[in-house]
């Protein structure tokens, strides 16, 4: 058995009291915590990876990496392995609240269009007895009071914590869709659930791009079919030989290119608004004659580290 070390327990707290974390932020605190990049020592840290699930095997859980299908970006997450679906939420949501979340899910995962979403109209008006046997959803009587007794406030309160807790998502258009932490907790649902995979990477293809032929059922994760195109000299579907609208493709990555500047740009601005902001502090401080210098370096120092520490840590 191997033995964790503080840096083991640091990394697998701060997915836990977090949450999942994106690539970026989870290799920034992974350097902090052992020196190392990840990006230049990649078998140091699958090597911590694997070390940490060795142990977290013993519990039913797993360190586990997925794409998140809406924007291509990796996340890391701690999640529960045992095969019970109300597990997967914890003791935190009620059981209506539990069959409402499955509903939501059902009906994203089985869209036949892979469009990865719902209408939040449609969200707020899916009915929690279809998630009962059938036998009792036929019968009035046999649907709980709870059941019955959940209403469009409760649902709307409902949805907005699921969005908060990353188990839903609100996409550009306003729609709902899966939040990462399903897409990290539930691929066993998926599997058992017959959700189509990605022809690629083999994960459920919840938000895809189907094949051009009506006729044929595969489907492709958008990174996954611009990965695939790239490496490939033919562009066509490996199931029935039909090319690909390569159009449509090359449209939604300028307009996610569009949003990624915009953020860069409002990344910068902002940086520079901070720039500017500590030179004026800066300035203001040595102009203070009366405070004295030994309170100024002590001030200073300890802002300048709890900064860092925070940086870190955020």
Known sequence: MVSLSWKHHTLIQALISRGPLKEKEFHSIFTGVTGRNPGD????????LLEINKELSYVHFELRACRDQY????CYGVVNTVSDDQSKLGTKYSVPQIAFFKGIIEAIAQDEAAQGCISGFDALNIRLENQLPSEASSSQQQVPPAFKNFSMSQKEKTLNELVKDNWLCRTRDGNVGLGIRSLLDLRSWFRNNDVPSCEVCNEAGVKADLCPNEGCTVRIHKYCLKNLLSQRDDRVCSGCGKLWPLGRVAKEEAVEAAVNDEDEEEIDTTATA??????KHRNHRDSAENVSASFAWSSGTSGRRVTRSAAHLS
């Open 41 to 48: 020592a990649k078998k140091i840290f699958d090597k911590y």
């Open 71 to 74: 924007d291509g970006h990796v």
């Open 274 to 279: 901070l720039r500017s902001k500590k030179r």
